[in-house]
């Protein structure tokens, strides 16, 4: 045997066993139906901001929010001018932020080079909260002891075409901006519905410290071809007048100068202001229909005029 | 045969066993098989929407669990049409007329505070009845529905919605969706209020459920509302309950204009 037919032998063979090695991968990958399962998330994600439009406008409202007494005691401490420490600037706002702030998404993949599949996707962050990155690749959670970070700490897999994803190590925050807290041994399980250009993102946030029952958060986007630039963090802190000698500003619970503010604006009840978790079931409605009076016509964040 | 002819054809073989063992079964005994009925919607549901269902409002809850003040429409992008309607509103007069179920049409129902139950009423149509307002919904599969007169609820063509196909006409893994587009419906409002959706209106919806701790579970519906007449953009909201596990909770109640 020559050395050239030799050559072209194991050329030939090295041939066929590539070509097996790809018909065995397309078989197996096939067999396994998980990669046609799957559905595509990276692009921008446009907020449409027609539910639940971030209620933070208000400094005493925790609707919608189930709070155990604890966090209730601890909210109603809440005053926003803690914002003005030079510490506290920067702290921004916990993973559920992304879900229930007025911006829109932006979903970005990394791909593994040799086989194509998601290392992992990246929700793009704000200015005020951390970039959230969800691993694909396997890896467990680190321990309990580990760090936690503003983003936490999340890894996703699939189930069909939906995204599901698993969040700890978040650092203790707030649950709304306006002071309803959250604290570090909170998590956050997030499910990623994709329907055309629709994506409805349910929220399950489990606190054992502040809540009484899981805070569920839903919102939909829409696929948008403007682009969506995900800008800061880092955030640059400044000197706003208030000096560390002047303490934390904060309100004493049953001192709050705001607990009334939207009973008296919309006739909320009180219970439902504070975040009761009764508040949030039909039946809630029908005990308050014999007490309830509709304000006769609305005065105050009522919707902007219509353009045309 | 070559090298590379044999490996191909042990892969097919390999293939065609792991991915279609029946189909590779009815070959073998040379007869075809016999033409199948095509499934049912009920047969080849890929997720149980059936039983009881409680809303848990804890968005827009202004806006749901109390009737809003006259003139709140704050994030719905409504037309200068529809604020004539917003500012008309008169929910005394809507109760005189008869039209006190305008806020439990389909572009609304899901939103409304109350349970739901799902059944299926015939292989091919899902139904969909709410204690709040009674009212009752038909999810149709396959053949568009039979043009009627226009109702609250509308007429709905449903499918379902899998993920992509394995080779060997196998399902995907995982669960799939319910979408459901509802049409000629009478014009509602899509808050009690009288935030109003026109009769040209169209409602896209998709029912995903999530399961949860303890045998728990939740269902997430997804609504969008386009109307040329009343709104500027589609009106997208995401509704969710929570499963219960039955119907002791039940509590049927009349359509209100006023509360």
């Known amino acids: 045997?020559?050395?050239?037919?030799?050559?072209?032998?194991?050329?030939?063979?090295?041939?066929?066993?590539?070509?097996?090695?790809?018909?065995?991968?397309?078989?197996?990958?096939?067999?396994?139906?998980?990669?046609?399962?799957?559905?595509?998330?990276?692009?921008?994600?446009?907020?449409?901001?027609?539910?639940?439009?971030?209620?933070?406008?208000?400094?005493?409202?925790?609707?919608?929010?189930?709070?155990?007494?604890?966090?209730?005691?601890?909210?109603?401490?809440?005053?926003e001018s803690q914002l003005s420490m030079i510490e506290r600037q920067c702290e921004g706002w916990p993973p559920f932020y992304f879900v229930q702030g007025p911006f829109g998404l932006k979903i970005w993949s990394e791909t593994e080079p040799i086989k194509g599949g998601t290392i992992s996707f990246t929700i793009g962050g704000w200015e005020d909260r951390a970039p959230i990155t969800i691993w694909m690749d396997g890896r467990p959670h680190p321990s309990k002891y580990a760090p936690h970070m503003r983003g936490g700490f999340t890894t996703g897999r699939w189930e069909g075409t939906t995204l599901v994803a698993s969040t700890t190590h978040i650092k203790a925050g707030f649950m709304r901006k306006n002071g309803p807290p959250s604290s570090d041994q909170a998590t956050m399980t997030t499910r990623f519905y994709r329907h055309g250009d629709i994506l409805t993102v349910l929220a399950v946030v489990d606190d054992p410290i502040y809540l009484a029952e899981p805070q569920i958060i839903s919102k939909s986007f829409q696929l948008t071809s403007a682009p969506i630039s995900p800008i800061g963090p880092?955030?640059?802190?400044?000197?706003?007048?208030?000096?560390?000698?002047?303490?934390?500003?904060?309100?004493?619970?049953?001192?709050?100068?705001?607990?009334?503010e939207l009973t008296k604006l919309f006739r909320v009840p009180k219970d439902a202001v504070l975040g009761e978790p009764e508040t949030m079931y039909p039946e809630y409605r029908k005990k308050i229909k014999a007490s309830y009076v509709r304000p006769e016509a609305c005065k105050s964040d009522c919707g902007a005029a219509p353009a045309r | 045969m070559s090298t590379y002819g044999r490996s191909i054809a042990v892969l097919a073989v390999a293939a065609a066993a792991l991915t279609g063992p029946a189909r590779l079964n009815g070959q073998n005994r040379g007869a075809p098989p016999p033409a199948a009925a095509p499934p049912t919607a009920r047969a080849s549901a890929p997720i149980d929407?059936?039983?009881?269902?409680?809303?848990?409002?804890?968005?827009?809850?202004?806006?749901?669990?109390?009737?809003?003040?006259?003139?709140?429409?704050?994030?719905?992008?409504?037309?200068?049409?529809?604020?004539?309607?917003?500012?008309?509103w008169d929910p005394a007069a809507d109760e005189a007329a008869g039209n006190q179920c305008k806020?439990?049409?389909?572009?609304?129902?899901?939103?409304?505070?109350?349970?739901?139950?799902?059944?299926?009423?015939?292989?091919?149509?899902?139904?969909?009845?709410?204690?709040?307002?009674?009212?009752?919904?038909?999810?149709?599969?396959?053949?568009?529905?039979?043009?009627?007169?226009?109702?609250?609820?509308?007429?709905?063509?449903?499918?379902?919605?899998?993920?992509?196909?394995?080779?060997?006409?196998?399902?995907?893994?995982?669960?799939?969706?319910?979408?459901?587009?509802?049409?000629?419906?009478?014009?509602?409002?899509?808050?009690?209020?009288?935030?109003?959706?026109?009769?040209?209106?169209?409602?896209?919806?998709?029912?995903?459920?999530?399961?949860?701790?303890?045998?728990?579970?939740?269902?997430?519906?997804?609504?969008?509302?386009?109307?040329?007449?009343?709104?500027?953009?589609?009106?997208?909201?995401?509704?969710?309950?929570?499963?219960?596990?039955?119907?002791?909770?039940?509590?049927?109640?009349?359509?209100?204009?006023?509360?």
């Not at chain 1, 880092?234 to 705001?258: I, L, M, W």
């Not at chain 2, 394995?166 to 969706?177: D, F, L, M």
Request: charged residues 20%; glycine residues 10%.
């Open chain 1, 1 to 79: 045997m020559g050395s050239h037919t030799l050559l072209g032998h194991v050329v030939a063979l090295r041939t066929v066993a590539t070509r097996t090695a790809l018909v065995v991968a397309l078989c197996w990958s096939a067999a396994s139906g998980t990669a046609l399962a799957q559905s595509e998330l990276v692009g921008s994600w446009a907020a449409r901001n027609t539910e639940d439009i971030s209620r933070d406008s208000y400094p005493v409202d925790y609707i919608g929010i189930p709070l155990n007494n604890e966090g209730r005691t601890r909210a109603l401490t809440y005053n």
């Open chain 1, 234 to 260: 880092p955030c640059v802190s400044g000197f706003e007048g208030r000096k560390a000698s002047e303490g934390v500003p904060h309100y004493t619970p049953e001192k709050n100068p705001f607990v009334d």
């Open chain 2, 103 to 259: 806020s439990y049409g389909a572009g609304a129902i899901m939103r409304v505070p109350g349970r739901i139950h799902i059944t299926w009423q015939d292989d091919n149509t899902m139904r969909l009845d709410t204690d709040a307002g009674t009212q009752t919904r038909l999810f149709k599969f396959g053949a568009a529905p039979a043009p009627a007169a226009r109702s609250w609820q509308g007429d709905s063509a449903a499918r379902w919605e899998r993920p992509g196909p394995a080779p060997g006409g196998n399902a995907g893994a995982g669960p799939g969706s319910l979408a459901v587009v509802t049409t000629h419906m009478r014009a509602g409002y899509l808050r009690k209020n009288g935030v109003p959706y026109s009769e040209n209106a169209t409602v896209t919806e998709y029912f995903d459920v999530a399961p949860q701790p303890a045998n728990g579970q939740l269902l997430v519906v997804t609504t969008v509302v386009d109307d040329p007449i009343y709104l500027l953009q589609p009106f997208i909201v995401s509704s969710h309950f929570k499963k219960e596990a039955d119907g002791s909770k039940w509590d049927p109640t009349p359509c209100s204009a006023t509360w």
């Open chain 2, 49 to 88: 929407l059936t039983g009881y269902w409680v809303a848990y409002v804890n968005e827009d809850w202004r806006y749901r669990m109390i009737t809003p003040p006259k003139g709140d429409f704050r994030g719905v992008p409504i037309t200068r049409e529809a604020l004539k309607v917003v500012n008309a």
